[in-house]
């Protein structure tokens, strides 16, 4: 199962409403639902007490009711602070208004803007791949060291299975937090590449770990994943509209 909105319509005052959402965004950040990696670093909602929201909507039964969350809350263009505040429910008289930010702001990181921050999180989104990646592929080298198998011990193996070992283990620069002073730092992912080239090419099949070559800056945010998201939440949101959030 994944994690959707659904075009709905309130049934109930505004008031228990918003107790509704509240409660509902709380409860799904404690399910797990999400992503860790991308969101681990950021602070959780408090506990909120509110009706089941389900029984509070008229939800849209006809086509191109539901759209996947991922697309949007994935997308490096907007803070992460924005994109896991999304994991909700949105009532009508709301969605206009969040769309017009992201919107906004997205147009702003394609002309230039924000590069501060979005260069620090290309630096720790790379860096936490890398570090994840090679911590496999050292796994694997240090279980070769008691290996008696013939592709295990022999002489081009064994050198590069220590060199893996004594390569100093990379490590991530923490996540930056919107609205904060940034600073990105970059680790050479090419020697750790090259490392995984030259084992790979020495040990059987399933053996094999791939360490790759993280995308540049601009390869980062060439990325129009969250645009088609964005026109269906636009065209909800125009006729009157609001989003369930459903997992």
């Known amino acids: 199962m994944g994690v959707d909105w659904y075009r709905m319509r309130p049934r109930r005052d505004a008031d228990a409403f918003g107790a509704a959402v509240r409660a509902q965004r709380a409860a799904f950040a404690a399910s797990g639902s999400w992503f860790p990696d991308e969101f681990g ?6 506990p909120a007490d509110g009706p089941d929201i389900t029984g509070l909507v008229d ?6 009711n539901s759209h996947r969350v991922n697309a949007l809350v994935l997308t490096p ?5 924005w994109r896991f505040a999304m994991y909700r429910s949105f009532p009508p008289d709301e969605l206009a208004s969040h769309l017009r930010r992201w919107r906004t ?9 924000h590069r501060p921050y979005l260069r620090a999180w290309h630096a720790y989104s790379t860096g936490r791949r890398l570090t994840d ?3 496999s592929l050292r796994q694997r080298a240090l279980n070769a060291v008691s290996r008696t198998n013939a592709w295990a011990v022999r002489p081009e193996l064994v050198d590069v299975r220590e060199r893996i070992l004594s390569r100093p283990v990379p490590t991530v620069s923490p ?12 680790i050479d992912a090419a020697p750790y590449a090259g490392l995984a080239r ?13 360490v790759t070559q993280p995308p540049s800056f601009s390869e980062f945010l060439d990325d129009d994943s969250p645009d088609e998201t964005l026109r269906w939440m636009e065209e909800a949101a125009e006729e009157g509209y609001g989003l369930l959030l459903d997992w």
């Not at 670093?41 to 408090?46: I, V, Y």
């Not at 263009?77 to 602070?81: F, K, Q, R, S, V």
């Not at 030259?198 to 791939?210: D, I, L, S, T, Y």
């Open 59 to 64: 939800v849209d039964t006809g086509a191109g």
């Open 175 to 186: 996540a930056p937090r919107w609205g904060a002073a940034c600073a990105a730092r970059h």
């Open 105 to 113: 702001h997205v147009e702003e990181v394609r002309d230039g803007g």
């Open 133 to 135: 990646e090679w911590a």
């Open 198 to 210: 030259e084992w790979n090419r020495r040990v059987p099949a399933n053996q094999k770990v791939h």
């Open 77 to 81: 263009l907007l803070p992460a602070e």
């Open 41 to 46: 670093h950021l602070d959780m909602p408090e």
